[in-house]
């Protein structure tokens, strides 16, 4: 009789590796182990995840590339519509991990897989965007879920492990670090309470540049596509050089604090240099060359796809309409942002375009009306006060 196929999305770490162990020898499952790199990984690392797949046991381990559909299909859109969860996270880890489940879905679909796995825990946000994908993509596969069916701690996934001859000595770093392409989350003891701040020593990217430094940032219909005169045929690229340039400066450190999917406030640290200057960066230009409504129903439906995606429903048709109009919206957002990197801090300091609204021609703020007189004034503002002036006198004589 033939073993049951079964797709695992691998990570390498406690949790996907107990989950081999488990569903190989004490389901006696045929494990095809999948890795989605969106980003986070170098080439060493991956050489060790496959490495250490085969040696727990899988029939087969599998790297899908995911990057680049990565920042085409979602990371452009949360520059497009600046989004930032809660005004704070440019939601790093959300994003990375729909788009993962996705990938890890259609992988089993193409092998044709009775059973897909994943090692999240039935406390946090990632269960629920894994389960959905799964569901989704390959509505007729059993969905695993060790950990969580389980309701193992650390030191018993430990102990089944050493019982099975893994021998590896699992460290319980004090902070849980996961890198990505958009922002690398931080979690530890200070994170579960409310009122504690990350120590210095937790963040991944320690500061090492003192003096301030002014970054010239270019961009076409929205997208980055310089940095300091240099040109990136691919956006990617340039968010890899804008992180290795900020980070340093210990840019991008900041706590978010949400309600998770499953009905819980969370918060989390991350460290997202490029992604925050970015958004800021493109958010100013934007102020200077979109109309007001447009600038006013583009927040509306950003933060509605920045929710969205957050809770697992990328899916959703939906979002595929907002990503027709925030691309739209892009049309003129073309032109040069300067940004001033500092310790702990940038600041953007202004905007070069050809499309830039705040044209002296039609008059200074304050200063100078060249476009209308000041009888055009007094009617427009006789007319726009008529309404709530005859409101205001009804209400005062009717007591």
Known sequence: ??????????????????????????????????????????????????????????????????????YQQCLKFLVFGNVLKNNTYPLSVSAERIFQAIAAAEYAREIGASAIAHGSTGAGNDQVRFDMAFRIIAPDAEVITPIRDLKLSREAEIEYLKAKGVDQEWHKAAYSINKGLWGTSVGGKETLTSDQFLPESAWPTQVTKTEPETVELTFEHGEIKGINGEKYSNPVDAIRKLTEMAGPFGIGRDIHVGDTIIGIKGRVGFEAPAPLILIKAHHLLEKHVLGKWQLYWKEQLANWYGTMLHEGQFMDPVMRNIEVFLNDTQAHVTGKVRVMLAPYRFQVLGIESDHDLMSAKFGSYGEMNNAWTGDDVRGFSKVASNQVMIYEKISEHNG
């Open 1 to 70: 009789m033939s073993q049951k196929k079964v797709v695992l999305a691998f990570s390498g770490g406690l949790d996907t590796s107990f989950c081999v162990k488990y569903l190989t020898e004490d389901r006696g499952m045929e494990v095809y182990s999948v890795l989605v790199d969106t980003g986070g990984f170098s080439d060493d690392e991956l050489k060790a995840i496959e490495e250490r797949a085969y040696s727990l046991g899988v029939k087969s381990h599998t790297t899908i590339s995911k990057t680049d559909d990565y």
